[in-house]
């Protein structure tokens, strides 16, 4: 069986545990004998290639397209503006979250909007970004706080934000011509294998202010992959990837699945990306099969996008075992306890809320040292959040660590922290466990699902979570009882098993 998986990062180039875990799952698929082609939009060149063929779309060239007419544009009548605006008020995006889902078995997405006009949203232009490291986050609050004096700028020359709209709207073109009923006539009749005139698109790879120019542009990338590559089912990870998906599965008349590591509602609360929300709802509608990473997400799927259960199987992460241990122990150079934080420093890993314990935990054991490994839009009000709280000589933020250093990171810690407001599975505490780290996790996380050696809190009780962190630290005994069993339940959570419920998954489709 052959796979083409559609993902957003692959180790070394990750920004979180989506790589990680993506990385585990081919591994995992690997050991059940299932060949796996992973599509990221900017390949490096050194990404590994032991348990997965990685392809980037930077390095596919594709044939030229056609403009297509104004009926193959997915023209609507006269309900719907330029802006996406119907005349009950509503915009598209609106359409596509508040209908009802499809008939049991059905493909067909949303019968009051053309799945093309769905990709509409993909051209609403916001000076908010999906995943802003510190650095963004700063020029973004500036740019908003001069508004007057950029759109004065703009009318004299195009800036930066109306040449990434213009890039978004071509590639959002294309990527409508794919998503229509007639394919071909939507491409140059020059053959795919012999792309005369043929033209490689940008891609960064990142989660930049082009990343939904980059969404559309890798859908139809993915699109010119799967005219050329033999395969038996379509894998697609998180929103960035399933226009992709579902534009493969329209050429290749492939089954589609579509894992889900995280929803909008779990990294934004209530404050959602209507954007990214459609696009969720759009692969939740289309797929085939829908894997969620823990009941809990599957409850959210349910709830909020209307999945049905019969498409739901769930499939557990779980943790890459380093077989060298031993070799990665760090020396620490303090001698006072070290209590962990390490992940993205935004709302849904409930960063203030760790800040908020330290400083009641503290109060009791003031030479405690408290690290934040990380970065994220919410960095700089933590930073400011421990100055005010008067615990910044005690608290040390490290910016965002990879490889090595996350390991030496663990292996330093006395205790892992885990207090996310909305976690659907959570790759960390396991990484921490398997290098005798106790760990103390959030009950409103997935990997609470199947966890027993680890301490549990309500991530808003702050001060259970303070008494458990004291708890540990002050009885050693139970501290190296967590650690000890955390490790053999650890080394039972293995990808071979998630390779296994996948490859079942698979079955389900492929006849």
């Given at each position: 069986m052959r796979v083409l998986m559609l993902g957003w990062e692959f180790p070394p180039h990750i920004s979180g545990g989506?790589?990680?875990?993506?990385?585990?799952?081919?591994?995992?698929?690997?050991?059940?004998?299932?060949?796996?082609?992973?599509?990221?939009?900017?390949?490096?060149?050194?990404?590994?290639?032991?348990?997965?063929?990685v392809l980037g779309c930077n390095e596919v060239p594709i044939a030229r397209f056609r403009r297509p007419s104004k009926a193959a544009r997915g023209a609507v009548d006269g309900r719907r503006t330029s802006q996406g605006v119907h005349a009950d008020g509503t915009t598209v995006v609106e359409k596509v979250v508040t209908r009802k889902a499809g008939a049991k078995g059905s493909k067909t997405i949303a019968p009051d909007v053309p799945v093309e006009t769905l990709l509409e949203l993909l051209e609403i232009d916001s000076p908010l970004r999906p995943y802003l490291d510190a650095?963004?986050?700063?020029?973004?609050?500036?740019?908003?706080?001069?508004?007057?004096?950029?759109?004065?700028?703009?009318?004299?020359?195009?800036?930066?934000?109306?040449?990434?709209?213009?890039?978004?709207?071509?590639?959002?073109?294309?990527?409508?011509?794919?998503?229509?009923p007639d394919l071909a006539s939507s491409v140059d009749a020059a053959s795919p294998s012999t792309p005369q005139g043929a033209q490689y698109l940008s891609f960064s790879?990142?989660?930049?202010?082009?990343?939904?120019?980059?969404?559309?542009?890798?859908?139809?990338?993915?699109?010119?992959?799967?005219?050329?590559?033999?395969?038996?089912?379509?894998?697609?990870?998180?929103?960035?990837?399933?226009?992709?998906?579902?534009?493969?599965?329209?050429?290749?008349?492939?089954?589609?699945?579509c894992h889900v590591h995280a929803c909008e509602y779990d990294r934004s609360g209530e404050n959602i990306d209507t954007?990214?929300?459609?696009?969720?709802?759009?692969?939740?509608?289309?797929?085939?099969?829908?894997?969620?990473?823990?009941?809990?997400?599957?409850?959210?799927?349910?709830?909020?996008?209307?999945?049905?259960?019969?498409?739901?199987?769930?499939?557990h992460n779980a943790v890459t075992h380093n077989e060298q241990i031993e070799e990665i122990r760090w020396q620490k150079n303090i001698e006072e306890p070290i209590v962990l934080f390490l992940g993205r420093?935004?709302?849904?890993?409930?960063?203030?809320?760790?800040?908020?314990?330290?400083a009641r935990v503290l109060k009791v054991e003031p030479n405690v040292k408290f690290v934040m490994s990380g970065s994220g839009d919410m960095l700089p009000r933590m930073i400011e959040r421990a100055a005010r709280l008067g615990i910044a000589r005690s608290i040390h933020f490290t910016?965002?660590?990879?490889?090595?250093?996350?390991?030496?990171?663990?292996?330093?810690?006395?205790?892992?922290?885990?207090?996310?407001?909305?976690?659907p599975f959570g790759i960390s505490p396991l990484e921490a466990m398997a290098l005798d780290v106790p760990v103390i996790v959030s009950r409103q996380s997935g990997v609470s699902e199947i966890l027993k050696s680890a301490l549990k809190v309500d991530f808003w009780d702050v001060d259970d979570l303070a008494n458990k962190i004291l708890g540990l630290l002050r009885y050693p005994a139970l501290s190296e009882q967590l650690s000890e069993e955390g490790r053999d339940e650890v080394r039972r959570i293995?990808?071979?098993?998630?390779?296994?419920?996948?490859k079942q998954v698979y079955a389900e489709l492929v006849p």
């Open positions: 989506l790589g990680t875990a993506c990385q585990g799952m081919t591994q995992g698929l690997a050991h059940q004998g299932v060949e796996v082609l992973f599509v990221i939009p900017r390949a490096m060149g050194d990404e590994d290639k032991r348990s997965a063929q650095e963004i986050y700063e020029k973004v609050v500036t740019e908003l706080k001069s508004t007057s004096k950029t759109q004065e700028a703009a009318s004299e020359q195009p800036s930066e934000e109306t040449r990434i709209s213009s890039e978004t709207m071509e590639a959002v073109r294309e990527l409508r011509a794919l998503l229509q790879g990142q989660y930049g202010p082009d990343l939904f120019a980059e969404v559309a542009r890798y859908a139809i990338v993915v699109g010119e992959i799967a005219r050329r590559e033999k395969f038996d089912v379509i894998h697609a990870h998180d929103w960035m990837t399933f226009p992709a998906g579902i534009v493969a599965s329209r050429i290749s008349k492939k089954p589609l699945v954007r990214i929300r459609g696009l969720e709802q759009l692969g939740v509608d289309y797929a085939d099969r829908i894997v969620p990473v823990s009941h809990y997400t599957a409850s959210v799927l349910r709830r909020r996008y209307g999945a049905p259960s019969d498409k739901l199987r769930v499939v420093v935004t709302f849904q890993k409930g960063p203030d809320y760790f800040i908020e314990a330290a910016g965002f660590l990879r490889g090595p250093d996350v390991e030496r990171m663990y292996a330093m810690a006395d205790l892992y922290v885990m207090p996310s407001v909305s976690e293995r990808w071979e098993a998630s390779g296994q419920a996948l």
